[in-house]
Nanobody, 124 residues
Framework: QVELVESGGGLVQSGGSLRLSCLASGVSFSSYAMGWFRQAPGKEREFVAAITRSGSASSHVDSVKGRFTISRDNGKNTVYLQMNSLKPEDTAVYYC?????????????????WGQGTQVTVSS
């Protein structure tokens, strides 16, 4: 059974940093492209960042470029989202997601598995 468990969320002041982690189990982790998404109150879930199976390439939504960095450790079955220079508009529930992918490419939609989410709140 596939399970994704996020951790690392919390309350932080504007300009602060957090590192989210997502531990995957029940999957051959290195066969999965991984992504981070977020959903703010009253808004639709949006793509934040994605990384290839090998970690050789990544992609970030424009609103977080230069502030957030996705990375992965295949030996630890874990994907990370380092978030720096946080803004109040980054407040949301953050979800990690996994998609089985034959190719070592970026995936932005159509994810197979989702975590339960971790709350990030940025105060002004």
């Amino acid at each position: 059974q596939v399970e994704l468990v996020e951790s690392g969320g919390g309350l932080v002041q504007s300009g602060g940093s957090l590192r989210l982690s997502c531990l995957a189990s029940g999957v051959s982790f290195s066969s999965y492209a991984m992504g981070w998404f977020r959903q703010a109150p009253g808004k639709e879930r949006e793509f934040v960042a994605a990384i290839t199976r090998s970690g050789s390439a990544s992609s970030h939504v424009d609103s977080v470029k230069g502030r957030f960095t996705i990375s992965r450790d295949n030996g630890k079955n874990t994907v990370y989202l380092q978030m720096n220079s946080l803004k109040p508009e980054d407040t949301a529930v953050y979800y990690c997601a996994a998609k089985s992918n034959f190719w070592d490419t970026i995936v932005r939609t159509g994810y197979d598995y989702w975590g339960q989410g971790t709350q990030v709140t940025v105060s002004s």
